[in-house]
């Protein structure tokens, strides 16, 4: 086997995108790709297509030397003959079958004593001995997902696809879950398509991502460099760039570019300042704004500017503070930064956003 | 009351909602998981017992069913009997005009199913034979009951077709509801309304007990 899955294939819907899918992700050693995207960019739709639950209009599926689906050729596999796993979002467990009734559901044709065996193995590396005679109904989310995990994994699958994992499950726990989940896949080592349309999911998960938009993947690579380098304006706005400012390289020098966002200007590190056309994209997160009192004593931070308070609000944990000068931006502060400001809708602050964090993007006009 | 009639009759619905049980629950099964486009031309003529008169259904069975048609004279060579005004032909009638009453049913319940679970099986393996086994038919269980006991209960009061393609032969083909016919033409009143009144409690009876089996829902 040549380890790759390759899928490039096309899906129509009457609502919805058409979903392009080009994917090629390795399954012969362990490894989680995250496809992530927006919900309705037909994530979970590329996934149901190499489950075998959905037929493309046209393209090829192929794991290894096996081809899954080829419409030239009027190939397709069902989904019992791919050995592969899904997991779904809401987990669909069996409610008339008990928990060790519902692990054992895809072993049952295994001879008698190996299949006992592997459902002991599997209850006990997921934890979900004592939950044995209980029915799905009365077990808590997290155990649910442990119990479809295992009910997955006890086949042995080549490829586990993940839809959401976390998601039916509430805030805190998700988080916490989030670690438990990466154990088990590590454990078993099985390749992971993984599915999510949440960043720290995706960052906390993934070893590499693919980042999907309007049913098409966009960019994909290492995680922390699609997150840190988008390839273009929407995956910067998808990977979490809350700023995106249209501007004119006014003066390049020393591995140093110099831009002009409608008056405002900006330093932004560059690799090879000669390289960037002229024509850009600002992109940065609201976490890397530094915000202070106008008043603060001036100091040699890197693109310092004022700005007035047009909006401050709640996002999770943190607060959000969108500051206007001559453009727009948004900064992510904590509730205690916040209160030592002690600042409202309307004062004057001073910002600054780091040279290094600032990703400049060609713009093509 | 006419002992042989109830005898009969309880046979023909017997019969009845065992063959719709065999061919009804994979023809349901089939129409709720099908993506086919076409499958509403299949319900429409699953469905179309339910607005024809039975007497029109009886007249093409009988049509069918006689001596000098294709099927008829095939039955006849190879059973040396004949099909029409025989139990057999009544059968046929009686399984025509109460597809619906089998198929809508069980249909409901296949289609209330989470199509996920469906799914999930497949994916782990099972076929879609043995998913219909382990899956679909103990999740939807209460749904077929309910369309058997509905099948059982419809036939019992089957009255048009029967006396259309079996004629009224004691013991042959007829049944209770013919019999009150017969009570009613004979001016023998206090048998018809005995046989009538014991077809009413069982029609209420086994009305309840469907309506108790649709209402029932697995643990979500």
Redesign the interface.
Known sequence: MTGQLEATFRRRFPAGPVVEADLRIPVDTFHVTVLFGPSGAGKSTLLRVL???ERPESGTIRFGDETWCDTGRGIWL???QR????M?Q?Y?L???LSVAENVA??I?RLPAPERQSRLEEALKSFDLTDLRDR?P?QVSGGQQQRIALA??LI?RPRLLLLDEPLSALDGPLRNELQGELRRYLVRHQVPVLLVTHDPTEAANLGDDVAVMDQGTIRQRGPLPEVFQSPCGVEVARIVGMDTILPGTVVDRRDGRVTVDTAGVRWTVAAADEREMSRNVHLCFRAEDVRVRKETATRDDAENAHVGRIERISSDGPMTRIEIRSSVTLSALLTKGAVRELSVAVGDNVRFDVPAAVIRPIDRME | MDLTAIGLTLQLATATTVILAAVGLPLAYWLAMTPWRGKFLVEAVVALPLVLPPTVVGFYVLMATGPYSPVGSAYEAATGQRLAFSFPGILVGSLLCNLPFTVRPFLAAFQSLNRRLVEAAWCLGESGWRTFWRVALPLSWPGILGGLVLTFAHTVGEFGVVLMVGGNIPGVTRTLSNAIYDDVEALDYASAGRTSLLLLVFAIGMLSLAQKLGQRRMPA
Do not use: M, S
Request: net charge neutral; glycine share 12%; aromatic share 16%.
């Open positions: 489950a075998g639950l069902p989904p019992q050995d592969i796993g899904l779904f809401e669909a069996f409610p008339h559901f895809g049952a029915y109904h009910r997955t086949r």
